[in-house]
Each structure stands twice: as structure tokens, then as C-alpha cells.
């Protein structure tokens, strides 16, 4: 059940009665609260459009009188005014049923407009609700005080398990997340770079019908091998290479038609020639084997 | 890799005659391919060669099997502190009659049949007898009883041991420069090759051994025809010629080109050398190389096989470097091919 009052404000002067239209304050119930519990306030201000609250004005969370506090204030829009949510708590210990009146404030509300600001006041009443007692003003006579204690309500016991594992879980996230972290940094030592692979996505980009594509990428491949090895690597190191980094060794007959190719493409200058020798999807498998091989290794 | 144009019959029958050469050679002086393999192209280059080693690694004996197997005049000096420039030219006795005889030296007795010239111990004769070398190289000239005299196929081979420090004369770097290569000769690092050498009784009687190689297996009065078609043969694609200067920027600067060697401020390492003409010589023997191979185009690899040998020697470093000049400038080259990238 719920108490609803609407009221119209007389207004002290013909600017602010054009701005706020009504006011209207909304209670869950009117009755029935016993010593600590919440009210949930909710005033409607109607107001003409451009019209804001002044904050300022709002009355503070904090004791308002010796038995109630304020516990939170919150506006919110709404169309055609705004809302204005208070939550009173009642320390209201009574003997018997009766009601208590809770005490009005003025809100001030601000429009700008182009000759200026105008300001206007909304009223809030005063407004009552009905508290009861929460036990028997003369109990029943009991030998032992403490049996005038009630037992507290029965808590449900929590189940610790899933708490307990994602717990865990996201520490063994978080471990991980570092342990990526010290690769990338190389906080344990020099990380191993991985040429190949560069140079993989690096052909990707290259186009293969440009001219100079065939030798740009061989190029590629060239500088992987340079930085694998740390050394500029000719044709006739490659067997040397292979002893060096065995697990190219699967490749050596690849890296034996790539150097062919290259010697072609760069200093016999028959580009053609070594294309034909060693054609590009023949390139690009080579590669990605390399790069494989270089994970591997 | 390339089969050879038929035009070039010519070039593929002297390869073969190189390769005669070199297995002729190879009889006397076991363990050495290296070394046997740089004269070769040394000769085909038309270069003079500087020998440089220990005592007893077989210096000698090379240049001796070579000057045979090469044919043509051959004619040798030993240097001495009191060798002096007129004692290559001529001589002065007295005759069995008792009357002053003057007759040509060393360098003038085969007159212009000379083929080879081997100076042995070169550091060991003083200044001038190297000024007198530095024509004799260049020019291929001697002045001598009031004429020119022309030796078209001169070729000068020297070597001189790097032990010795007493009584010898540094070369002038202008004598230096001219020598196409100093091919440093180690003994064999091979175990059988090291017994062999020490207890084959072949090995003990030099002459015998130098008599094994075959004479003339080089028509030595064509080499400088064939030499110089060898270089037009040759081609050399714009990337070996980009190549081939990077090199040198990076001999010449290697702190610019981002190289380090360990303890050394590299900013003040080199002072200089490395000269067009060594350059030039490079690109020559590395084309010779290259037509050993069987190739008519250059490739990297005929660059770095030679490069060391043919200009290590042109380097100049700064005077504290120079001492450790050994291990510094072999490690400079090695640097220099890991830095520079080749396509």
C-alpha cells in the first residue's frame, strides 16, 4: 500500500510559477515501521523544460533529528522534472503505535535563459509516517535476563569452494600473465628472435607478380638466415650452417636450391632463369617450413 | 654452374691446364691447397706474391715447385743487410785472365725470358733494394747499362719470415701495396699430413721433391693474353660491384658500418691504406677465382676467398694497434664479411 500526495505549491513569484508545475512525494507505506528501518522517499518535481536542481540546496545525509538520519539523497531526470530519491532510516524506538512527522525543505531550482539565470524554490512538505513498537512494553517475567534475548535470524552458510577455485584460478592467470610478461621483457635472459617468421609475414605483403618482388623476396629469406646465424651466410657456408642449427637441417635441400636462386637472381642477373628454378609458391612453402623450423628449434 | 659459352674453348682448356697446375704443385707441397690455390690466381692475375710464415712451413719449397711447373726463366736472390740495389743487376770479378769482369745480376741474366723473380727473405735486404722493386713491380722496368729493359712476364715472388725481428727492414708500404697478395703459410693442421712431413724420407730431400713436379705445364708466355682475357670474361653484376664498395667503407670506417671488436676503440683503429689500386687488384683475383671455379660471373664467395690475402696487407692501422696487428686485422676482415650484407 502506498500514500500518495499531491501538492500545489503557491508559488512566491510569477517567474519561478512558471517553472515548477508540482510536487509530488511517494512513500511505499505510511505505517508499520519498526526501530531501524529504511524509508524509501521518491519526490516527483514537475518542472518546465531548462530547469535544474541546485545541489547546493539538497539537504546533506546526516542526523536530521535525534531518532531519524538521512541516509542518501539521489536525483535522477526524468521527463518533464526530476526525481529525488531519499533514504531515511528511523532510530524511532516506541512504546506504542504513532506517528511521526518528518520535517519539509526547500529545494532551489536554476534556469538559464538568455536574459540571465532565474531561480525558483520548491517546497517540499512536511510529510508523516506511523512507527510501532517492536516488542511488549512489560514482558513477561523471566528468571534468567538473558532469556530476554531472541535468538539472532539463522545466516545461510556459504559455500567457500567456488570462492576458494576462482581464487586459484585467476592466480595461476595472474602467474601466467607474468611469466608472458618476463619472455616479452627478456627479464631472464636474451629472447630468441624468430627471423623466419618475420620474414614470412613480411612476404605476405610482398606482391609476386612485381618484377622486383622474386628478389626482394629472396632477400628476405637472405636476412633470415643473417640473423638466425648472426653472420652473413653465403652459398658456400650452408654446410657449415646446417652443423651450427641442425634443425634446419630437414631444409637443407631447399636452402641449397634458394642459394642457386639467389646467385642467379643477384649476380648472374637472370632473374627469369631462377624463377623459373625455383618458383614462388616453392618460395613461400620454403619459408613457412623455415619458420616452422625455427619454432622448433 | 654456368656452362661456358663455346667462344670461351680457350678459357675452359687453360682452366684445365690451372687445374694440371695445381695437382703438379700439390706433389711437392702437401697440406697447402689454400696457399697453392692464391698463387694460382695470383698467376692468373698477373700479380706478385709476398710469402709470409714460421720457419720450415714450406715457403721455399712452394715457390720452387711453382717457378718449375710455371716454365720460363726463373732466377732467385737471397736478401742480406749489405744486398745492394746494384748486386741484382750486376756483378763485378775478376776473371780467370785476371781482368775486371763485369756481368749482369740476377735480374738481367735471363734478359727479358724472366718469368720469375723470387727474393728470398725480403726483409731482410734494406731499404733500397726495395725501391729498386717497387719499378720492377709496377712497371715491370729495369734501368740497367744505359737502357730499358721490359720483362712482360715478370712475375716477383718474395717471402720473408715473421719471427725474425733482428736485422730485418719493414717493407715501405708503396712495396707492400704492389704485392697483389701476402698468403700467410701455416703448417698443416691435418695429422696425417703433419707424420707424413715428418718421417716420409720424400719429404727430406727438397730437390728431389721439386724434380717430382712436372716443368712446364704452363705455357708461361700466353698467361698474360689469357690473364687479361679471363678479366673481360668475367662479368661482375651491379650487386657484386655495390657489394665490393660497402666492403671497403666498412674496412675503412668500421665504426660507422657498426662493427666492434672486443677492447679496441674503433673509432681509432684504422688509419687508412686499403687503396684503389688494392681495390683493383681484389676485383681481379676475385674474377680469377671466379673462372677457376668454372663461373663467367662473380659471386660473393670469390670476393671473400681472396679478400684477406689480397688486403690485409693494405690496411693501416694506428700505430698502438699495430703491434697486435696479427690478430686484429684477420679479425676486422671476418667482421667485415659478418657486417655486410652480400644481395
Same mark, same amino acid.
Given at each position: 500500500?502506498?500514500?500518495?500526495a ?33 524509508l ?15 545541489r547546493?540546496?539538497?539537504p ?18 526524468? #521527463? /518533464?522534472g526530476?526525481? =529525488?530519491? *531519499? ?6 524506538? @516506541?512504546?506504542?503505535? &504513532? %506517528?511521526?512527522e ?7 531550482l ?30 513477561e517475567?523471566r ?27 585467476? #592466480? /595461476?592467470l595472474?602467474? =601466467?600473465? *607474468? ?6 621483457? @627478456?627479464?631472464?635472459? &636474451? %629472447? ?46 650452408l ?59 | ?16 691446364a ?7 704443385v ?6 697447402q ?22 720457419v ?11 717457378a ?15 744486398l745492394?740495389p ?30 720469375v723473380?723470387?727474393f ?13 722493386l ?45 704485392f ?16 707424413a ?8 730431400d ?7 713436379v ?12 689469357i ?48 687503396s ?12 680469377v677465382?671466379?673462372?677457376?671455379e ?7 664467395e ?42
Amino acid at each position: 500500500m502506498r500514500v500518495l500526495a499531491i501538492l500545489f505549491l503557491i508559488l512566491q513569484t510569477a517567474a519561478a510559477a512558471a517553472q515548477v508545475r508540482s510536487v509530488e512525494l511517494r512513500t511505499p507505506r505510511s505505517f508499520g515501521y519498526v526501530l531501524g528501518d529504511l524509508l524509501q522517499v521518491r519526490i516527483d518535481i514537475a518542472l518546465d523544460p531548462g530547469s535544474t536542481v541546485q545541489r547546493a540546496s539538497l539537504p546533506k545525509p546526516g542526523p536530521v533529528t535525534y531518532w531519524l538520519d538521512l541516509r542518501d539523497v539521489a536525483v535522477e531526470r526524468m #521527463a /518533464g522534472g526530476i526525481r =529525488l530519491r *531519499l533514504t531515511y532510516q528511523s532510530f524511532y524506538a @516506541a512504546l506504542d503505535a &504513532r %506517528r511521526l512527522e518528518v520535517p519539509g525543505f526547500t529545494v532551489a531550482l536554476a534556469s538559464e535563459s538568455p536574459g540571465g539565470t532565474t531561480t525558483a524554490q520548491a517546497e517540499i512538505p512536511p510529510w508523516s509516517f506511523g512507527v510501532s513498537p517492536l516488542r511488549e512494553v512489560q514482558p513477561e517475567k523471566r528468571d534468567d535476563p538473558a532469556d530476554y534475548l531472541q535468538p539472532d535470524g539463522r545466516a545461510r552458510r556459504l559455500d567457500p569452494q567456488p570462492a576458494a577455485m576462482a581464487a586459484l584460478v585467476l #592466480a /595461476g592467470l595472474g602467474l =601466467l600473465a *607474468l611469466g608472458l610478461l618476463a619472455y616479452d621483457r @627478456a627479464w631472464f635472459g &636474451r %629472447r630468441r628472435g624468430r627471423p623466419f617468421a618475420l620474414a614470412a609475414r613480411r612476404l605476405r605483403r610482398l606482391a609476386e607478380t612485381d618484377p622486383d618482388g622474386y628478389r626482394e623476396a629472396l632477400r628476405l629469406i637472405h636476412r633470415g638466415l643473417d640473423e638466425t646465424d648472426g653472420r652473413r651466410l653465403l652459398a658456400d657456408d650452408l654446410p657449415a650452417f646446417l652443423d651450427r642449427h641442425p634443425a634446419f637441417r630437414p631444409e637443407g635441400e631447399s636452402l641449397g636450391r634458394f642459394f642457386e636462386a639467389s646467385r642467379r637472381a643477384f649476380f648472374g642477373r637472370e632473374v627469369q632463369a631462377a624463377r623459373e628454378g625455383w618458383p614462388w609458391p616453392e618460395l613461400q612453402a620454403a619459408l613457412r617450413r623455415l619458420a616452422a623450423a625455427e619454432r622448433a628449434a | 654452374m654456368n656452362p661456358p659459352r663455346p667462344g670461351d674453348a680457350m678459357l675452359t682448356d687453360w682452366r684445365e691446364a690451372a687445374g694440371r697446375f695445381e695437382a703438379e704443385v700439390a706433389k711437392a707441397v702437401v697440406g697447402q691447397a689454400r696457399a697453392i690455390r692464391l698463387v694460382t690466381i695470383a698467376i692468373f692475375a698477373r700479380g706478385h706474391v709476398m710469402l709470409e710464415g714460421d720457419v720450415g712451413t714450406g715457403k721455399t719449397t712452394l715457390l720452387r715447385a711453382v717457378a718449375r711447373a710455371l716454365g720460363g726463366a726463373y732466377e732467385r736472390i737471397e736478401g742480406t743487410v749489405d744486398l745492394m740495389p746494384t748486386d741484382l743487376i750486376y756483378h763485378t770479378f775478376l776473371g780467370s785472365d785476371g781482368r775486371p769482369r763485369v756481368e749482369p745480376g740476377p735480374v738481367l741474366r735471363q734478359a727479358e725470358d724472366l718469368s720469375v723473380f723470387f727474393f728470398n727473405e725480403i726483409n731482410r735486404a734494406r731499404p733500397q733494394v726495395h725501391a729498386l722493386l717497387l719499378r720492377l713491380m709496377a712497371e715491370r722496368t729495369v734501368t740497367a747499362f744505359e737502357r730499358e729493359w721490359h720483362f712482360p712476364n715478370l712475375q716477383v715472388f718474395a717471402d720473408r719470415n715473421r719471427v725474425e725481428r733482428e736485422e730485418t727492414f719493414e717493407l715501405p708500404a708503396a712495396a707492400r701495396d704492389r704485392f697483389l697478395m701476402e698468403i700467410g703459410m701455416e703448417a698443416p693442421r691435418d695429422a696425417g699430413t703433419r707424420r707424413a712431413l715428418a718421417f716420409d724420407p720424400r719429404f727430406h730431400d727438397t730437390d728431389r721433391l721439386i724434380a717430382e713436379v712436372a716443368p712446364a705445364v704452363l705455357d708461361h708466355a700466353s698467361i698474360g693474353g689469357i690473364a687479361s682475357a679471363i678479366q673481360h670474361a668475367v662479368a661482375a653484376a651491379p650487386e657484386i660491384e655495390t657489394y665490393v664498395v660497402a666492403l671497403w667503407d666498412a674496412l675503412l670506417r668500421p665504426a660507422e658500418a657498426g662493427i666492434r671488436l672486443a677492447g679496441i676503440d674503433m673509432e681509432h683503429l684504422v688509419q687508412g691504406g686499403a687503396s684503389p689500386r688494392g681495390l683493383a687488384f681484389l676485383v681481379r683475383a676475385a674474377r680469377v677465382r671466379a673462372w677457376l671455379e668454372g663461373r663467367d660471373w662473380l659471386v660473393p664467395e670469390d670476393i671473400r676467398a681472396i679478400f684477406p690475402d689480397v688486403m690485409a696487407h693494405r690496411i693501416f692501422l694506428e700505430p698502438i694497434h699495430e703491434m697486435r696487428r696479427a690478430e686484429i686485422v684477420p679479425a676486422l676482415c671476418r667482421a667485415v664479411f659478418d657486417r655486410v650484407p652480400a644481395p
